[in-house]
């Protein structure tokens, strides 16, 4: 089975490079408008789909992007691996400015934005015990010792409502929490994508100390919009290593992810809305089709 690999751009990723055949393309979605057109074209021979979650340019706050059109979206262009990018701080002394973490669980604070598929009419419960996808972690882990980038495996991703940082005191509660690491974009998003039966994983770049005691020397703008830069020019290279480690996807995801919806859908096909059926066309409709 032939995998098409999507690629969720974080702050300072607006493009990535090495596509050929490539186009921009609005997709569109019952679930509203996608947070840009969809960069769409192949890398060593493996189809890819690129969208910058914020807009080019910057345009959308982590509270205003639509998740839900964005994973629709990638899903209706036959998206079945997903690597987002997310600028973080850092909530542990080991991770440095300009590391590169592959997170493999998340706590979700955020509070203001729709957080599943689902509801009234047709409801379901997707287990999130294990939110990301190990094969595509494990192939992330591979590329990156491949070219020699320095990258850590696991970690904890406490996702907040922003848009403000965090306070001093919240960064040392969620420390004590065992998370790695704060942003503010990946979630909803992770729900999304499992409940789309979609591999995702995160690639959390961290880009400062946030709010961490003040000992340590505090980060200019001027040095993070440089660490922003490096850090997209790392994380482009780690795309292109990593196409040809996916391209050659099993026909059953071994972590299960592509089959998450068998058991999950509970509201009675007698009872279920026509109308909200009918928008998850894309994202269930191997099990609705049934």
């Not at 495996?153 to 922003?162: D, K, P, Q």
């Not at 499992?194 to 690639?203: F, G, I, K, N, P």
């Not at 850090?231 to 059953?252: T, Y």
Request: proline share 5%.
């Amino acid at each position: 089975m032939s995998a098409v690999i999507g690629v969720i751009g974080g702050t300072g990723l607006n493009a990535i490079e090495g596509l050929q055949d490539k186009s921009w393309e609005r997709v569109l979605s019952p679930w509203g408008s996608s947070s840009d057109e969809m960069l769409i074209g192949t890398i060593d021979g493996t189809r890819h789909v690129f969208l910058p979650r914020h807009e080019r340019g910057y345009r959308y706050a982590p509270s205003d992007i639509n998740y839900r059109a964005n994973i629709d979206a990638m899903k209706r262009l036959g998206v079945t691996d997903i690597i987002s990018f997310s600028a973080v701080g850092s909530l542990r002394a080991d991770l440095q400015p300009g590391q590169f973490v592959i997170v493999d669980q998340f706590v979700d604070l955020t509070h203001n934005r729709p957080t599943s598929f689902f509801g009234s009419g047709c409801v379901a419960h997707v287990s999130m015990a294990e939110p990301v996808c190990s094969r595509v972690g494990d192939a992330l882990e591979q590329a990156a010792a491949n070219i020699g980038m320095p990258l850590t495996r696991g970690g904890t991703y406490v996702a907040i409502e922003g848009p403000q940082f965090p306070t001093r005191a919240e960064c040392d509660l969620y420390g004590s929490w065992g998370c790695s690491v704060v942003g503010m974009t990946n979630m909803p998003e992770a729900k999304l994508a499992r409940e789309a039966e979609m591999c995702y994983s995160t690639v959390a770049v961290v880009t400062d100390y946030g709010c961490r005691p003040s000992s340590r020397a505090a980060i200019g703008a001027d040095q993070m919009m440089k660490i922003l830069t490096d850090n997209a020019d790392r994380a482009r290279a780690l795309v292109r290593a990593v196409a040809p480690l996916l391209k050659g996807r099993p026909a059953a995801c071994p972590a299960g992810c592509d089959h998450v919806l068998d058991h999950a859908i509970v509201t009675d096909e007698q009872v279920r809305d026509h109308d909200l059926v009918a928008k998850l066309d894309a994202v269930a409709g191997r099990v609705l089709r049934k």
